[in-house]
């Protein structure tokens, strides 16, 4: 009598209950071993981005040109003499700075991935003024005027494609590769300015030819600046700290034009060595591959417990009214086959992108269950309810997957609705008559 008492609590729905919550909460775990499979394949992917842009060009910055005058200043010890001679330079930005940028941009593949390269032409114009050094807090400062000399910055030097040349009021300039000083930039041109007056205003013209890869930048350096870019790419992000006060993108490509002053940014026009950092002002586009699979597949995974949740109770429902026992390993059947979607719809987006590769992964895991359903019951109508479930179930994971700004308020109005259907479901169950 005892064994049978106990076998009749095993076999009892509330029983079974509490086996499939313990199981629905275990099966989670390879719900986060699939999260690490993606997380790979997006590290892998970036990998093989870096690789290109390597190759061919990395994201580039253009900032410049910038005057730059040396000076030193003898400073004064305790007894009021000459101590120390100090060094430093001195930084002029032009007073207007117009950018006038091509990109051709090209699409690179290996393998399964792909990244958007570009060849861009850029034009550098603008005028300086003369220096006015009275704007600088330096008492008895010695200039070296006939050391001073330009900088452009240019954030992946492997990029330059051609023989630049500075023309400073029609006389062409010898460039130098690398920057004098790293006040600025990193990287970049040097030109030498001592054969010029630096006391008349010096009109300024460059054209560089530029490799890189998916973003292109200029820093908005000119007391007034204006910058423009255009394309035949169809897909641009803006980015930056200034959008375009005028943009168009059509199915041809697109044009942006930026104008900003010095007024809209934190830097005066001058100021000694590493006062300041001119990358605040920068801006310009990106060129995107909408490639978003592994974010999208990653956010399905984390509707796993959902899934297996809502089909556990559902399967408890079609127990207890069809009368036909299910096991807790078919249960686990179920769950794992809700799993393998997701490996699924990561591993087919790769190749064919994530739309269409939903559409399959959740048609071949609806199907693979209803005809579990029907193997185990026989009953064309349980199974309607099953593939019903299912369906209803990835339309409302692919609606909230599409959404961006309303995805939380549409997720949790789905939940609600859910909640109220099992509601009403578990009134037509019977709970305690387990004959």
């Known amino acids: 009598m005892e064994t049978k008492g106990i076998q009749q609590i095993l076999n009892s729905y509330s029983m079974k209950m509490v086996i499939v919550s ?12 699939i999260q690490d499979v993606i997380r790979e394949r997006i590290a892998l992917s970036e990998k093989v981005k870096n690789e290109l842009y390597t190759q061919w060009g990395g994201k580039q ?35 207007t700075f117009t950018t006038d940028a091509v990109l051709y941009p090209e699409t690179r593949k290996r393998g399964i991935y792909k990244v958007v390269v570009y060849e861009g032409k ?15 807090d330096l008492k008895n400062a010695q200039y070296i005027w ?17 023989l630049p040349e500075l023309i400073v009021n029609g006389d062409k300039c010898i460039v130098e590769p690398g920057v004098a000083d790293t006040d600025l930039f990193q990287s970049g ?43 035949d790419w169809t897909q641009p992000s803006f980015s930056g700290s200034f959008l375009p006060s005028q943009r168009e993108v059509t199915p041809n490509g697109f044009t942006a034009d930026w104008k900003v002053t010095h007024l809209n940014r934190n830097f005066p026009q001058q100021w000694i060595d590493q006062k300041y950092n001119t990358h605040e002002a920068k801006l310009g586009v990106e060129l995107l591959i909408p490639v978003d699979h592994y974010q999208k597949s990653m956010r399905s995974v984390k509707y796993a417990i959902l899934f297996i949740a809502l089909n556990f109770i559902i399967f408890i429902f079609v127990e207890i009214k069809s009368r036909v026992r299910i096991h807790p390993f078919q249960y686990s059947l179920v769950a794992f086959a809700l799993l393998v979607f997701y490996s ?57 997957l599409q959404l961006q700004d309303y995805a939380l308020l549409a997720g949790s109005i789905g939940l609600f609705v859910i909640l109220a259907i099992l509601m009403r479901a578990s009134q037509h169950i019977k709970w305690y008559s387990e004959g």
């Open 189 to 231: 041109i040097t030109i030498k300015a001592n054969s010029h007056d630096l006391n008349q205003p010096m009109n300024f013209e460059i054209e560089l030819v530029l490799n890189g890869s998916e973003d292109l930048s200029v820093e908005a350096l000119g007391k007034t600046s204006e910058i423009s870019m255009k394309s």
């Open 122 to 136: 850029i034009i550098l114009k603008g005028s300086f003024v003369q220096p006015d050094v009275s704007k600088l």
């Open 22 to 33: 313990i199981l629905a909460i275990l099966l989670l775990i390879p719900s986060f071993l």
């Open 61 to 95: 910055v253009v900032a410049g040109p910038v005057l730059n005058v040396p000076f030193s200043v003898m400073e004064m010890g305790d007894n009021k003499q000459p101590a120390n001679d100090k060094h430093g330079v001195v930084h002029f930005l032009p007073e």
């Open 344 to 400: 699924l719809l990561t591993s087919i987006g790769e190749q064919i992108g994530f739309n269409l590769a939903y559409l399959i992964s959740a048609m071949a895991v609806t199907l693979l269950i209803s005809w579990y359903v029907f193997t185990m019951m026989k009953d064309r109508r349980m199974v309607g309810w099953v593939t019903l479930l299912q369906t209803g179930l990835y339309l409302f994971l692919f609606t909230i």
């Open 146 to 162: 006939d050391a001073a000399y330009f900088t452009i910055g240019v954030s992946d030097m492997r990029g330059i494609k051609n």
